[in-house]
């Protein structure tokens, strides 16, 4: 039986026998792009070198070498509304005709608030370009009006690249996590960290009052979905309350729960929100959201001589083109409409999942939420990052992300999570099940089980 590590050289082998074109591209890229490309963490996708993409439109891109392929990863949710969607192209480009950006306010900006107050339900909004720029600006807002300076989140959480949310915990004591690039102090001194639904582990953090913000996603989705347990999100509504400390929803992953997300879904009750990427339809677009009460404590409170230099803004957010993006996709594409065709779609995913699953008896699972859907190499559904991080195997997600590469499927590169958009279709889906079936066939047969079994 062939190994796990034959297996990958097989499909290494593959990859690049079909991919001259990207190949080429790779070695011309390593001449002056550091490490050969835009950004660091496009070395992560399988095979020796990216994949140059040549168009994308819909659910499906076609690379360099004129391959097509069935996209699940969606820009791990930056292309959540699908590629190049008609009414975005379309405002994008009559805006580009009027202007791009300003420094002023326009009409789009009141409708793209009101429409985000009509779906989250908080009133009061500001704009940035990045969901980490949102995080970032809502932590220090969260500790100028409450004067405290940490932040809790929660075990392997993400929130872009927010210093304080690179932490984690080590023998009980927070610390920089793996891969953390140049933190600028010890983690320790800005943040707390307590594994997602632990309620006396928050609880006990919160008591030692120093705690201006707590930072989380609804469900944790960048470590593999983690769901919350019944009575988490009303017991740290209620512990954030009680301990004097702002609660941030970041919906930008979960808005996948629908047009409101997750906080509209359940019914959270956030003191801060923020999104990014899905809602501009490809363009770099974000925004946070305020309760009434915290909009009117904030109000006023920074001079307006020294409003442009308090570490909150940019001269392109809030610009133009993002605001007609926004507006075109919030109205046209991310509707309650298009969520009623995905959301089933990501149930037809994971009941193809599931099924290969059980016909193999390899000891893994496959979780849902909205129009997102993961699985992971373990048994059981994990209630905390750290649970979904020991279930990882690092070697055995690299060989299926590469499996279904050279088949015409495409997964983000840092999980094994799979997203629909208003685009794709049930055949792209079975598509998906028959190759991951393809896959773990064979690797039952081989003897592989996961989370290092056989490397």
């Given at each position: 039986m062939p190994t796990l590590v034959e297996l990958q050289a097989r499909e290494e082998e593959r990859f690049t026998e079909t991919h001259p074109r990207s190949r080429q591209l790779a070695e011309r890229a390593h001449e002056t792009l550091f490490e050969g490309v835009p950004m660091p963490w496009m070395r992560k996708w399988p095979g020796a070198f990216p994949v140059f993409v040549q168009e994308a439109q819909g659910a499906h891109f076609v690379d360099a070498d004129g391959i097509e392929y069935v996209d699940f990863c969606l820009g791990d949710t930056g292309a959540m509304s699908g590629h190049a969607p008609e009414p975005t192209l379309r405002a994008i480009a009559e805006q580009a005709a009027r202007g791009l950006t300003s420094m002023l306010p326009n009409e789009d900006a009141i409708w793209v608030s009101e429409e985000l107050e009509r779906r989250f339900g908080l009133p009061s909004w500001q704009f940035a370009l990045t969901a980490t720029d949102a995080n970032r600006f809502s932590v220090r807002l969260a500790r100028h009006v409450t004067d405290r300076h940490k932040v809790l989140v929660f075990n392997w959480c993400y929130h872009g690249t927010v210093d304080e949310t690179f932490a984690t915990l080590r023998?009980?004591?927070?610390?920089?996590?793996?891969?953390?690039?140049?933190?600028?102090?010890?983690?320790?001194?800005?943040?707390?960290?307590?594994?997602?639904?632990?309620?006396?582990?928050?609880?006990?953090?919160?008591?030692?009052?120093?705690?201006?913000?707590?930072?989380?996603?609804?469900?944790?989705?960048?470590?593999?979905?983690?769901?919350?347990?019944?009575?988490?999100?009303?017991?740290?509504?209620?512990?954030?309350?009680?301990?004097?400390?702002?609660?941030?929803?970041?919906?930008?992953?979960?808005?996948?729960?629908?047009?409101?997300?997750?906080?509209?879904?359940?019914?959270?009750?956030?003191?801060?929100?923020?999104?990014?990427?899905?809602?501009?339809?490809?363009?770099?677009?974000?925004?946070?959201?305020?309760?009434?009460?915290?909009?009117?404590?904030?109000?006023?409170?920074?001079?307006?001589?020294?409003?442009?230099?308090?570490?909150?803004?940019?001269?392109?957010?809030?610009?133009?083109?993002?605001?007609?993006?926004?507006?075109?996709?919030?109205?046209?594409?991310?509707?309650?409409?298009?969520?009623?065709?995905?959301?089933?779609?990501?149930?037809?995913?994971?009941?193809?999942?599931?099924?290969?699953?059980?016909?193999?008896?390899?000891?893994?699972?496959?979780?849902?939420?909205?129009?997102?859907?993961?699985?992971?190499?373990?048994?059981?559904?994990?209630?905390?990052?750290?649970?979904?991080?020991?279930?990882?195997?690092?070697?055995?997600?690299?060989?299926?992300?590469?499996?279904?590469?050279?088949?015409?499927?495409?997964?983000?590169?840092?999980?094994?999570?799979?997203?629909?958009?208003?685009?794709?279709?049930?055949?792209?889906?079975?598509?998906?099940?028959k190759v991951f079936r393809e896959a773990v066939v064979e690797l039952a047969g081989s003897g592989v089980r996961g989370q290092g079994s056989d490397v």
């Open positions: 023998d009980g004591a927070v610390v920089a996590r793996d891969g953390n690039v140049g933190p600028p102090v010890s983690l320790a001194e800005t943040t707390r960290v307590v594994e997602f639904n632990d309620v006396d582990g928050l609880e006990r953090e919160l008591a030692h009052g120093d705690v201006a913000l707590v930072l989380t996603e609804p469900a944790l989705t960048n470590i593999g979905i983690v769901h919350a347990e019944p009575g988490f999100h009303e017991a740290l509504r209620e512990l954030t309350r009680e301990h004097g400390a702002l609660l941030a929803i970041d919906e930008t992953h979960t808005i996948c729960c629908g047009p409101g997300g997750f906080t509209a879904a359940h019914g959270l009750e956030p003191d801060i929100l923020t999104i990014g990427k899905p809602i501009g339809g490809g363009i770099p677009a974000a925004a946070y959201g305020f309760r009434g009460e915290l909009a009117e404590r904030l109000a006023g409170t920074i001079e307006l001589e020294d409003v442009d230099v308090g570490g909150i803004g940019g001269t392109l957010a809030a610009n133009a083109l993002s605001f007609a993006a926004m507006r075109a996709t919030l109205s046209e594409v991310l509707t309650e409409e298009a969520f009623g065709r995905m959301i089933p779609l990501a149930e037809r995913w994971t009941a193809g999942v599931d099924a290969a699953i059980e016909e193999t008896g390899l000891p893994w699972h496959v979780t849902r939420l909205g129009c997102r859907a993961e699985y992971l190499f373990g048994p059981d559904p994990p209630r905390t990052g750290a649970e979904a991080h020991a279930a990882s195997d690092f070697a055995l997600e690299r060989y299926l992300h590469l499996f279904a590469l050279n088949r015409g499927i495409l997964l983000t590169p840092f999980h094994n999570m799979a997203l629909m958009s208003p685009a794709t279709t049930e055949a792209d889906v079975d598509r998906h099940t």
